[in-house]
C-alpha cells in the first residue's frame, strides 16, 4: 500500500511518500506555510494529478490550524474520494505518552519514527525548526521535553527589535570577531550550539546510553558543529505519519 503523507509545521509543509510495510518516508516537495494564503498556496503547490495513486493521507497537523483540517478533509475527499487520516494522540502507535494533551502532533510522530526505527531504550529528540524542542523517550515512553526559540525565530527577534542588520546563518571563523556582522551570525549560532550541547549532558547524566536524533530545517547547523548527536534525519515527521497510519 502506498501512503501520501503531509507534515504541516509553523513555516513549512512537507510532502511525502511511504509504504506500509517499510517505516521509511521520501520527501517528494516543501513549501512555506503562511496561514493567510494556506488554501491558495496548497492548490498551487499540490499537483494530485501528477502524483503516484495512493491508498491512505496521512497528515500530521497542529492542533491551532482547526480551518486548515476542515479544508484539508473536504479537499481530498472531494478531489481524491480519500478520507485523510489526521494524527492524534488516541491512535495506535509504537510508544506511549506520558504527557499532557498538549503535545504537538509533530512531537508525536517524532517520537513514533525514532522509537520505531533505532529501537533505543533512551532517545532524545531535537527538532530544530521554529521552535526547538527537546523530546524523551525512555524505554518505549515519551515522558517530556523542552521548548525554545527556534534558531531562525532568535535572530529574527534580535534584528526586528533592534537597529542591527539582517545577516545569513552561517558560523563565522572565529567566536569572537570584530565586526556586526559577525558578532551576530557567531552570537545566534553558538548560543543554540552550546545550548544544544549543554542540554544533552546534561539529560546523559541521568539516561545513560543516550541516542540522540537530530531534525528539522536547522539540524544540520548544529550537527556539524558537535559530536554529541548521533544522527541527523529531516524526513521524521513523515516516517512518524507512515508508521502510525500503517499500524
Known amino acids: 500500500m ?7 509545521g509553523n513555516s513549512v509543509i512537507k510532502v511525502g511518500e511511504g509504504g506500509s510495510d517499510n517505516p521509511n518516508a ?6 512555506p506555510y503562511s496561514k493567510k494564503s494556506f488554501k491558495k498556496d496548497f492548490v498551487k503547490n499540490f499537483k494530485l494529478n501528477k502524483m503516484k495513486s495512493f491508498d491512505k493521507v496521512g497528515i ?3 492542533k491551532s490550524k482547526s480551518h486548515e483540517k476542515i479544508f484539508l478533509s473536504e479537499y481530498f475527499i472531494k478531489s481524491a474520494s480519500k478520507k485523510p ?9 509504537p510508544i506511549k505518552i506520558d504527557y499532557s494533551k498538549s503535545l504537538g502532533n509533530d512531537r508525536i510522530c517524532n517520537a513514533a519514527a525514532a522509537y520505531k526505527i533505532l529501537k533505543k531504550t533512551n532517545i532524545l529528540i531535537i527538532d530544530l525548526g521554529t521552535a526547538t524542542t527537546y523530546t524523551l523517550i525512555t524505554n518505549g515512553t515519551l515522558i517530556g521535553g523542552l521548548i525554545s526559540p527556534g534558531i531562525k ?3 529574527d527577534s534580535l534584528t526586528d527589535k533592534t537597529s542591527l542588520p539582517s545577516v545569513r546563518l552561517s558560523y563565522p571563523k572565529k567566536l569572537i570577531n570584530n565586526n556586526t556582522l559577525d558578532n551576530i551570525t557567531a552570537g545566534v549560532l553558538y548560543q543554540s550550539l552550546f545550548t544544544v550541547e549543554r542540554i544533552i549532558m546534561e539529560v546523559r547524566k541521568k539516561y ?3 541516542y540522540v536524533i537530530a531534525t528539522g530545517g536547522n539540524s544540520q547547523l548544529v550537527f556539524k558543529k558537535t559530536k554529541l548527536i548521533n544522527v541527523v534525519d529531516k524526513n521524521l515527521v513523515l516516517k512518524g505519519i507512515n508508521i502510525i497510519i500503517s499500524s
Not at 502506498?2 to 504541516?8: A, E
Not at 487520516?85 to 491512535?91: L, N, P
Open 60 to 62: 500530521s497537523l497542529l
Open 153 to 155: 525565530t532568535s535572530l
Open 85 to 93: 487520516v489526521f494524527i492524534h494522540r488516541e491512535m495506535k502507535m
Open 2 to 8: 502506498n501512503n501520501l503523507l503531509i507534515d504541516i
Open 208 to 210: 545513560k546510553n543516550l
Open 26 to 31: 521520501k520527501l517528494i516537495k516543501r513549501f
